[in-house]
């Protein structure tokens, strides 16, 4: 698993925004980073495209409704 540290800052900043978000549980907040590091194991991360399954696979599995 390589990363590019353009990536790796992109893959922190949607990290950061979405247990940003008032919804997202952050007792999950390791698990959620986990699971973003496990979705792109070859170091492919595109912020623009990826962004919106991110988040809606966080408000399913990681809000504090679900």
Do not use: C, N
């Not at 549980?25 to 399954?53: K, T, W």
């Amino acid at each position: 698993m390589v990363f590019q540290q353009e990536e790796l800052e992109a893959l922190k900043v949607v990290f950061d925004e979405v247990t940003a978000e008032p919804w997202f549980d952050v007792a999950d907040r390791d698990r959620f980073a986990q699971y973003l590091i496990a979705s792109y194991p070859d170091g492919e991360f595109d912020a623009v495209e990826q962004r919106a399954i991110i988040e809606h696979f966080a408000k399913k599995f990681y809000s504090r409704a679900a």
